[in-house]
């Protein structure tokens, strides 16, 4: 799957299972793909290498917050009313011209 941005394509890969859902991002360098959490509404950077960008997507991949340039060691949780929330990883600065209320369009390859 591929998300286009204002400044680029990025490959999205699906964490999907408990091992990815567990080490997701942690220890990579040079991150060039986004990764997404389906059925989540928290995240660590824990053991991360980078910083990264976070978007919080409800149930039709609408942005209802984002952190950019997210640093290590950091916990981040969604008290949303929504239940369907989705958390996408992106490489630090993908998310630059993302805002909240937009809907994003994934593109299956």
């Known amino acids: 799957m591929t998300l286009n ?11 999907n299972t408990f091992l990815k859902r567990l080490f997701g991002l942690m220890g990579k360098k040079e991150i060039t793909y986004g990764l997404i959490f389906p059925r ?4 660590h950077t824990f053991f ?19 952190y950019e340039n997210l640093p290590k060691n950091k916990i ?3 008290n949303h009313s929504r239940k369907k929330t989705s ?22 390859d």
């Open 40 to 43: 989540c509404n928290s995240i």
């Open 48 to 66: 991360m290498k980078e910083n990264i960008d976070v978007i919080g997507l409800d149930e039709n991949n609408e942005v209802i917050y984002k």
């Open 5 to 15: 941005t204002p400044q680029k394509s990025y490959p999205i890969f699906i964490a």
């Open 87 to 108: 958390i996408l990883e992106l490489p630090k600065k993908a998310s630059q011209k993302i805002k909240i209320g937009t809907i994003l369009i994934f593109r299956e």
């Open 76 to 78: 981040i949780k969604i």
